[in-house]
């Protein structure tokens, strides 16, 4: 009659209890101690992909034989060591999570989080077992694709444990930037694998870690395992890994910046150097102001101008060049073409002498503002001699017809190299003029030139008359260096002995 009470007793207490847990959002399974599974919840059967305690198995083998359990490690429960198992034998355990496949399925179908209770009766004795199941699938989905995009990222980063401030997580871009395998990474804390070393708010990143609070972006130097450091910039951001509260720290690689910053620093060094020790003058200037920004000690000495006089104005306030014309036909063909060279211009001194010079120019870049360089080549004394020479010249040729034709070309020659007078067109001149002009190159004299065009000696005057008017001279040796200039001296040559009159 005892016995038949407590079956009655057991089988209210069971009624009731599953009034209690059936809506319950964790699953759970209540099994006899005899191993027979007595009851499930909704929860519990989807779970396991059932609808019915059936689908569970009448008993605790049956379960065994149905679903097929693996640890997250990928090693497989062994008889015995099923979480059912586990409870028949009164253990009490909290939290073992297992990944769980009906039976013959090749991957995983659900995450279950388990934990048991023993329900004892009034002698102490377990009058039913608990299994308490939470489907944890999504969480560790989640989990595994953040690992996934973690490890795959480029960009360097760890994560760090606070509850002890370890590293738990080392992706591939942290350890190619600073070549340490996960090895020497992973397990070590942020004091013996200081990633603040030489931080600007090293404290303040100390203090956030205890306060598990958001690292604001700072500038720090790894220890590299071959010695040196890497400059980076290193922040962190609070997280949860599988509950657990833990520190995302992200790292920006400024190496490159660093070096490349280095590198400019060698470059500017090595420009200024050249710029101050250069034999010829040089200034720079803004390219949007025109204010002069420099000039080195050639220019001072050219010009006359002291740094006082040029840093801050313009060359137009510094009346540079010797006209308002000159100075804006150099800007505009700069603006045009990018760069200039061996322009002739005209310089004005601080003592008002006019200076003739040779400009070139090109851009160049100098911190945050566009430049040019400008480069200016006194050739005063040279165009002095220059012009003494043509001047000889012009001299000797008034009268050259006592000279031979190949005296008269090389003195030809020697006045048109330094000249770099502008060149009136060629066009000017109609084909008979040309014909003419280039037999005059040549050394024909009138009667010859006559004989070769069939024209008259007075025809052949005529013409030789309009090719002064038109190409501005009044001497036959002018209008000879003239078409020698322009490539008129092509054709046949005259008789040796020929004369210029």
């Not at 499930?40 to 149905?66: F, I, K, P, Q, W």
Request: one cysteine or more; charged letters at 25%; hydrophobic letters at 40%.
């Amino acid at each position: 009659m005892g016995k038949a009470n407590s079956g009655i007793r057991r089988a209210g207490g069971l009624s009731g209890l599953r009034q209690i847990i059936a809506g319950l959002t964790e699953g759970v399974i209540l099994i006899d101690p005899d191993q027979t599974i007595l009851w499930a919840n909704d929860t519990a059967l989807a779970m396991h992909g059932g609808v019915s305690l059936g689908d569970l198995g009448r008993t605790v083998t049956e379960y065994r034989e149905r679903f097929q359990l693996r640890y997250r490690n990928n090693h497989p429960l062994e008889a015995g060591d099923y979480p059912i198992e586990r409870v028949i034998d009164g253990e009490a355990f909290c939290d073992v999570v297992v990944e769980v496949a009906r039976a013959g399925a090749e991957e995983p179908e659900w995450v279950h989080q388990v934990r048991s209770l023993v329900v004892t009766g009034e002698h102490g004795d377990p009058d039913y077992l608990v299994l308490i199941l939470q489907d944890v699938s999504r969480r560790f989905e989640a989990e595994e694709r953040f690992e996934q995009a973690f490890n795959a990222n480029p960009a360097p980063a760890l994560i760090c444990r606070l509850s002890d401030l370890r590293f738990i997580k080392a992706n591939r871009g942290f350890q190619e930037m600073t070549g340490i395998e996960r090895e020497g990474i992973v397990g070590r804390t942020v004091f013996e694998f200081d990633i603040f070393h030489g931080a600007s708010e090293r404290e303040l990143a100390k203090e956030r870690l205890s306060e598990r609070r958001t690292i604001p972006q700072m500038e720090a130097e790894l220890a590299l395992p071959g010695g040196g450091t890497r400059l980076v910039i290193v922040a962190g951001q609070t997280i949860e890994i599988a509950e657990e509260p833990c520190m995302l720290l992200t790292f920006a690689d400024l190496e490159p910046r660093r070096k490349a910053e280095k590198a400019l620093v060698q470059s500017e060094e090595r420009f200024t150097q050249a710029f101050r020790l250069a034999p010829v003058a040089m200034l720079v200037a803004s390219l949007r102001s025109h204010r002069v920004l420099d000039a080195n000690q050639a220019f001072q000495a050219m010009t006359g101008y002291g740094e006082e006089c040029f840093l801050g104005r313009s060359p137009g306030e510094l009346t540079l060049w010797d006209t308002a014309d000159t100075r804006r036909r150099l800007e505009q063909g700069l603006e045009a073409a990018g760069s200039l060279r061996n322009v002739d211009a005209k310089v004005r001194a601080r003592n008002g002498e006019l200076l003739d010079a040779l400009v070139s120019a090109a851009t160049i870049s100098m911190v945050d503002d566009p430049c040019v360089l400008w480069v200016i080549q006194d050739i005063t004394e040279r165009r002095h001699s220059e012009l003494e020479l043509i001047g000889a010249i012009e001299a000797v040729m008034k009268d050259a017809s006592w000279f031979s034709h190949g005296i008269v070309e090389k003195l030809a020659n020697l006045k048109a190299a330094p000249t770099r007078a502008p060149a009136r067109e060629v066009a000017v001149l109609t084909r008979r003029e040309k014909e003419v002009l280039s037999l005059l190159c040549q050394g024909a004299e009138d009667l010859a030139i006559a004989a070769e065009l069939s024209m008259s000696r007075a025809t052949v005057r005529n013409h030789v008359a309009r090719i002064y008017g038109k190409i501005g001279v009044n001497r036959r040796g002018a209008a000879i260096v003239w078409g020698r200039e322009r490539g008129l001296a092509q054709g046949k040559t005259s008789q040796p002995g020929a004369k210029i009159r």
